[in-house]
């Protein structure tokens, strides 16, 4: 989020100066290119008070420090598709850093929710978009920040 929030602050003077060029151009009723401009820069402002507000909320975990045989914030989960027998492997994150074409999802996501507080051993069952499905968690582990696939 700190890298966005550098892009979109970067990006402001390029908005600032295509709404003066936009200005310059005359009758501003008409003026498709201060419309867009200003749409643009509206966006932009949100976006970084949104990131803003949401990064003086944050709290900081070591994940390297974290320790419990249940299932927390910042644990690595193995669970067992009991149907298909298949495994799949997740790091439960905050909604902001998960992303599960990196192997986190987050404590908020119906999976996430589901095992939180589950232990080795436990089946949970979830409702998924493609329906119902039945896991059993297979391991609970913490592997700190460099098991994490960034």
Known sequence: MEKELEGLKRERPAVIQAIKEAREEGD?????GYDAARER?????????????????????DIDTLQSDRV???ATVTLEDM??????TYTLLGPDEADHTRGSISIESPVGRAILGKQEGDEVSVQVPRGRVEYEIMSVNFLGSAGLSR
Do not use: C, T, W, Y
């Not at 501003?28 to 498709?32: P, S, V, W």
């Not at 820069?41 to 975990?61: C, K, N, P």
């Open 72 to 74: 927390v914030f910042g």
């Open 41 to 61: 820069q509206g966006l932009l402002e949100a976006r970084i008070s949104h990131i803003e507000s949401r990064m003086a909320r944050f709290d900081i975990i």
């Open 28 to 32: 501003l009723r008409e003026n498709a």
């Open 83 to 88: 149907d298909s027998g298949e495994n799949r």
